[in-house]
């Protein structure tokens, strides 16, 4: 079966530091991946999604970015925080291909407080 | 551009009750897809139920039902004999064809199952 994590559960950082949000998926290959941000109180917003290795679309102008090293893997960054990036990070995966209108799967989210 | 709205920002249902959640949405697309997700205090994201757009019958998952009205861009969720497990924050989501299973999320409206 397929199984999607992402790490760290939870961070605090300062402003200014860099960021590193990571997210792997399990028995599948070739998946679709994103990265969703969920503001306090608020529905998700998709940031960045991903149809094959080194190929990134983004959604929204921001200070984050994502990268696909690796087939299964899918990481969430930036170079220097903003107070406004704080927020509930959700990766999740679904079949790679262009139209399925499959079950898009969720990871457990990242809970992200930029101080 | 799609968007999805839920009006409702809070339900209250007691156990064994039945409650109705609205969605409405906005496209000129005449195929997609359109879900529900819940999303417990545990913040994990887990389909509820999903429903193909070019189908004329209401998907149901239990105790989970749709009532999808395309003429009328509506998905409403209906929760039968409400259980305190299904306290949730409950998001609609569309998915329009060929789009590399982006999703497009409403606010959610939160239900709480009292005893």
């Known amino acids: 079966s397929q199984t999607i994590h992402q790490w760290p559960a939870t961070l605090v950082q300062p402003v200014g530091s860099p960021l590193s949000l990571e997210c792997t998926v399990e028995g599948t290959s070739n998946p679709n991946l994103y990265w969703y941000r969920q503001a306090a109180g608020r529905g998700l917003q998709l940031l960045f999604y991903s149809v094959g290795i080194g190929q990134i679309s983004s959604e929204v102008p921001q200070n984050l970015s994502a990268s696909r090293p690796q087939d299964r893997q899918f990481i969430l960054s930036s170079k220097k925080l903003l107070l406004s990036d704080s927020g509930f990070y959700l990766c999740a995966w679904g079949q790679g291909v262009l139209d399925s209108g499959n079950t898009i799967y969720f990871g457990e989210g990242s809970w992200l407080t930029v101080v | 551009a799609q968007t999805v709205t839920q009006s409702q920002p809070e339900m209250s249902v007691q156990e064994a009750e039945t409650v109705t959640l609205s969605c409405t949405y906005d496209?000129?697309?005449?195929?997609?897809?359109l879900f529900w997700y819940k999303q417990p205090p545990s913040r994990q994201m887990i389909l509820v139920i999903r429903q193909e757009a070019y189908k004329q019958q209401n998907a149901t998952e239990n105790r989970f039902s749709v009532n999808f009205q395309k003429a009328a861009k509506s998905f409403s969720l209906k929760i039968s004999d409400s259980q305190l497990g299904d306290t949730a924050m409950y998001f609609c989501?569309?998915?329009?064809?060929?789009?590399?299973?982006?999703?497009?999320f409403g606010a959610g409206t939160q239900v709480v199952v009292t005893p």
């Open positions: 989501a569309f998915m329009k064809q060929a789009s590399w299973g982006k999703l497009q």
């Open positions: 496209t000129s697309e005449s195929n997609y897809y």
